[in-house]
């Protein structure tokens, strides 16, 4: 159930790692944030999903909290930049 949850806040990430334009020069920056952002979203969701399987945090938890973590940075950052 927290699966399409979870697939659109990495769609916000992605939507504010490119939200910069490319004739700023900071090309490099924007592709090396998106690959970081995504990096991180993946190593929190396999190390929460592994405390849950372990039985450390309840199953809801472990399901829900990568996405409500990643759905805020994305949010955050989004209107952030739109706002400048």
């Excluded at 190593?43 to 999903?49: D, R």
Aim: aromatic share 14%; glycine share 10%; proline share 4%.
């Amino acid at each position: 159930l927290a699966l399409p949850f979870l697939l659109v806040a990495m769609t916000l990430i992605a939507a504010t790692v490119s939200m910069r334009f490319a004739r700023m020069g900071q090309s490099a920056t924007m592709i090396l944030g998106g690959v970081v952002a995504g990096f991180l979203l993946y190593v929190v969701s396999v190390l929460v999903k592994a405390f849950g399987v372990a039985g450390f945090v309840p199953t809801v938890v472990a399901a829900w909290v990568p996405v409500v973590v990643a759905m805020f940075f994305g949010v955050t950052f989004l209107l952030y930049k739109e706002d400048g």
